[in-house]
Structures are given as C-alpha cells and as structure tokens.
C-alpha cells in the first residue's frame, strides 16, 4: 500500500509537467525595476532596490519570491523610501545549496545584506516565513530595526501541516518536494488565498518559474529540515521596536486568532484584521493592506485607533492597540 501510493505521487509530481515561462520574463520584467545580483555571506542573492530614503526590506514567505511584493513596491517607492525586496536563500532565484537554511542563518544573510547595500537600519516587513525572519533580526540586533511590519507570521503558535512534515522524512521528502508541476503549483498557490479567482494564470507562471528549477525539491527539502517555524514560542516579549501586524481574517493556513495571541506579545504593536484575505494579504488584498503600511511608515503606531480605521467599500479594519507611541525617528541609510 504504501510503495503504491509513494509511485502514485512519483505519477502526479511527473505529470502535466508544464514548460516554465523563459528567464526574460521573469519578475521583474515589465515593470520599471531590475533584478540585481549580490554575493553576501558566500550566498549569492537576487533582489530589488528602488527609491530613495529610509530603507524598508522586504521579506517573502515560504515557497515564493521577491514576486509576492509586486503590489507594495511601487507605492513605497513614490512615497519616499529605497525599498529592497530580495528572493531568501533557497527560493525564487538566490542560491539553493543543500543546506544552510537555520533560523540563525537567515538573521546572519539578511544582516549582511543590509551591510553589503550600505543600510544601516531598516524597517522590516515580512510575510509568513519572512515575518519571523524579521522578528529573529529584530530580537538579535535590535539597533538594525526602526520598526516590524508582520503579515501573517509564521514563528508563534505555528503546526506544521501533514505536507510539510511529510516532506521532513528521509523516505517520502524527496517524493512530496517533488510534486512540482504547474497544476500543484497553482493549487497551492489558490489555497493560500481566501477568493481562489484571484490567482491569474500570469501569477502561477512567476511562482513556477522558480519551482521548476532542478534543484528547488533539494532547497526546500533543507528548508523543512533545518528551520524551526516554531521558534519564537517564549521570545517575542523582547522585541521593543514598534510593531504593526496585519492578518487576513480569512487566513486558514495560520488562523487570525494566532495573529491576535503574536500581537498581545509585543510591547508597542497595532493589531489589524484585513477583510476577505487569506494568508498573504500584500498579495489579494493590497489596496486594504497598502494604506495601513504607509500610515505606519509615515506616522508610527497610531495614537488613537481611529487615526487607522478607515472604512472602504472593500474593507473593514479592526485595530487593537497594546501602546501609544510616538511614531519612531527614520534614520537615512546610505543610497
């Protein structure tokens, strides 16, 4: 039973394979950014670097790219701020060893990417995996991060789904990393999603274009292997620098009552809910998410909640304020 159902997955990872579309089109072609290259920590990493101001890193999730920031990019650079957005170690098209993706490893990569760029501090915004990643930074340097902006974290209160803990064992890894066709792609890309119709058949062609390199399964095996998605349990409380963290209440890969437990855990945090999102709102939601981004960049956490509770047709906001802060000083890093 077993062996057959191993061969069946083998059939479906080997199935309806799909040509990804060509290195010229990948993001970011057709828009008025470049894609860069840069060597840090013996780890070379494709990236993003736009505008001029205080920086703001972005940091994507598990499985996806400097591509998820497609939305946030352009209004972050016209309001003022060198904007870096970077493919992490092992996915989109940065370098994908076998090995070398601890949590430890992330926080040392992404610390040499802002001493390499001249950045000497940055807000970090971070989806999922890069939310944490940011929270790790954050805890570990802490002079290095003016501020936290976290969509959907993973880090706190996170169980691995049956997928992912498949893809840990040594027999069925290599099987379950390698369900990477297009079909997969797309379905795993909808399910993320709280309105499936969202996805456009241009977004699976970004997010399989890195998927269908030949040595992604060996990457993100190590990912799964290596990084502790659960490591933040006891350790958020020492993170003081001011904190927004926005949720899709439709979340269902890490439920919003999660969010709202992570966000009681900082010390200077607002709290907000973005309506009909699932787990990456940047991506579905962005004229929701957007707005609640740029007040935070320009004003800090806001001293009243109705200073953020706008009302659109399309959205509904609910802040939860733990403090009320005065927005934090931007320090200018170097162009």
């Keep these: 039973m077993i062996r057959s159902g191993a061969a069946a997955l083998v059939l479906a990872a080997l199935s309806c394979r799909a040509a990804p579309i060509p290195a010229s089109a990948r993001y970011p072609a057709g828009t008025p950014y470049a894609a860069r290259e840069i060597v840090v920590d013996g780890t070379r990493l494709r990236y993003i670097a736009t505008g001029r101001g205080p920086a703001v890193v972005l940091l994507h999730g598990l499985g996806a790219s400097m591509y998820s920031w497609r939305h946030t990019i352009p209004p972050l650079a016209v309001a003022g701020f060198r904007v870096i957005a970077v493919d992490l170690k092992g996915f989109g098209f940065s370098d994908r060893p076998a090995r070398g993706y601890a949590n430890a490893d992330y926080v040392r990569l992404t610390l040499a990417l802002l001493d390499s760029l001249g ?16 929270i790790e930074v954050a805890l570990a340097r802490p002079e290095r991060v003016r501020g936290l902006v976290l969509l959907a974290s993973a880090g706190f209160g996170v169980r691995y789904p049956l997928l ?6 040594p027999l069925v890894g290599p ?5 990477r066709n297009r079909s997969f792609t797309a379905a795993i890309l909808r399910s ?5 119709t969202r996805v456009t058949e241009a977004d699976v062609d970004q997010y399989f274009a890195p998927v269908a390199e030949p040595d992604y399964g060996r990457a993100l095996r190590g990912v799964l292997r290596e990084y502790r998605f659960d490591a933040l349990e006891d350790r958020v409380v020492a993170v003081h620098a001011p904190t927004l963290v926005l949720w899709g209440d439709r979340d269902l890969v890490i439920s919003p009552a999660v969010g709202r437990a992570l966000a009681a855990r900082f010390e200077r945090v607002a709290f907000f ?12 939601a962005p004229d929701s998410t957007n707005p609640l981004l740029m007040a935070f ?10 200073n953020l509770a706008w009302s659109t047709s399309s959205s509904r906001f609910s802040p939860s304020l733990n403090s009320r802060s005065t927005p934090p000083t931007p320090r200018r890093s170097g162009s």
């Design 119 to 134: 950045i000497h501090d940055a807000v970090l915004v971070g989806n999922s995996m890069g939310g944490q990643i940011a």
């Design 164 to 169: 992912l803990r498949a893809a840990r064992w």
């Design 175 to 179: 099987v379950a990393t390698g369900l």
């Design 192 to 196: 993320l999603y709280a309105d499936p």
């Design 273 to 284: 809910m973005i309506a009909g999102a699932g787990h990456m709102p940047q991506e579905e």
């Design 297 to 306: 960049l320009a004003e800090g956490l806001p001293r009243i909640p109705e």
